[in-house]
C-alpha cells in the first residue's frame, strides 16, 4: 500500500482497509463460508470442497490469516483452520457503527 500513504489514515481505517481487501475474492468467501458451516477444518478438507488447486487454497487460506479473519493451529502434519471470532466482532462493530449513522441520516442526504 506504499503509493496510498497509509501513515495518513487512522488505525482502525487501515485495519478495515485490510480486512475489506482480504475478503474482496469470492473463493476467501466460500473459505469462510466453508468454515462457518464446519466450525473448524483442515486445509485438505477446504481443498475438496472449493475448484481451485492445493496451492490456490493455501494462498488465500493466508491472505485471510494474514489478515486476522482465521487462525491456525498445527495438528500432526495439517493445519486446522477456523474463523478467528475476535477480528469478526471488530468488523462487525465497524459495520454496525456505520449502519448506525445511515440510519440516523435517512432522507438527509443529497
Known amino acids: ?3 496510498t500513504k497509509t501513515e495518513h489514515f ?3 481505517q487501515n485495519e478495515m482497509a485490510n480486512l475489506m481487501k482480504a475478503l474482496a475474492h469470492p473463493a476467501r468467501i466460500a473459505i469462510i463460508d466453508y468454515l462457518l458451516k ?3 477444518c483442515i486445509c ?3 481443498v475438496n470442497e472449493l ?5 490456490t487454497v ?3 487460506l493466508k491472505e485471510l490469516k494474514n489478515a486476522g479473519l482465521i487462525k491456525g493451529s498445527i495438528e500432526g502434519t495439517a493445519i486446522c483452520y477456523c474463523i ?3 477480528t469478526f466482532l471488530k468488523f462487525q462493530n465497524y459495520l454496525t457503527h456505520i449502519f448506525g ?3 440516523t441520516n435517512k432522507n438527509n442526504c443529497c
Open 58 to 60: 493455501s494462498q488465500h
Open 1 to 3: 500500500m506504499g503509493a
Open 51 to 55: 475448484p481451485l488447486a492445493q496451492p
Open 101 to 103: 449513522i445511515i440510519n
Open 10 to 12: 487512522t488505525a482502525e
Open 84 to 86: 478467528d471470532e475476535t
Open 44 to 46: 485438505g478438507d477446504i
Open 38 to 40: 464446519v466450525n473448524a
